[in-house]
């Protein structure tokens, strides 16, 4: 009895991923492993820096971290956010190149599913997103887009603006 049991624990190669809305209808997922924490952060927390692009908020200091905010859905030339409002749901990578924050309209919770279940997108994607996109996952009603952390954090926009 045991056994199986470890056979199962082994064999299940499900991997979580955190869920976002970028949009009304747009469901994204990252995988959990490269995300460091998700904050709740006043809008007078995040200190715009001028002359930068219009995706990147501004820095925000987390435990003596000082890293950049971006606007997840803008950086993926989606619309923005509503940068008006007090509070921002911001999830916090790990990259190569140090911490990056990206601020999503609402995290909608964690689903768990392997590589095997990615898929080519089933519905029209926006160009915009496919150079992210690693595959979409069907769970009805809803069709969740799995974006690469790695090629997020690697975006060209991102590479010509330093890491704090």
């Known amino acids: 009895?045991?056994?199986s049991v470890l056979l199962r624990s082994t064999q299940d190669s499900t991997e979580p991923?955190?869920?976002l809305q970028l949009q009304e209808g747009?469901?994204?997922?990252?995988?959990?492993?490269?995300?460091?924490?998700?904050?709740?952060?006043?809008?007078r927390r995040i200190t715009p820096i001028p002359n930068r692009p219009n995706f990147l908020r501004g820095l925000i200091n987390q435990?003596?971290?000082?890293?950049w905010v971006a606007d997840l859905a803008l950086l993926l030339n989606l619309s923005p956010l509503d940068w008006e409002t007090e509070l921002y749901n911001v999830v916090v990578l790990r990259a190569e190149?140090?911490?990056l924050g990206l601020a999503v309209q609402q995290v909608k919770g964690i689903s768990r599913f392997s590589a095997e279940?990615?898929?080519?997108?089933?519905?029209?994607?926006p160009a915009?997103?496919?150079?992210?996109l690693r595959g979409c996952v069907l769970q009805p009603p809803e069709i969740i887009l799995?974006?690469?952390v790695e090629t997020l954090a690697q975006s060209p926009s991102l590479q010509v603006q330093p890491y704090v």
Do not use: D, W
């Not at 994204?28 to 492993?33: D, G, N, R, T």
């Not at 279940?117 to 994607?125: E, I, W």
């Open 97 to 99: 190149q140090g911490l």
């Open 63 to 67: 435990r003596n971290r000082v890293f």
């Open 146 to 148: 799995v974006l690469s």
């Open 117 to 125: 279940q990615l898929q080519s997108p089933v519905a029209a994607v």
């Open 26 to 43: 747009m469901i994204v997922a990252l995988s959990m492993l490269q995300i460091q924490e998700v904050l709740v952060v006043e809008r």
């Open 17 to 19: 991923h955190l869920k």
């Open 1 to 3: 009895m045991t056994t």
């Open 128 to 132: 915009e997103l496919t150079p992210y």
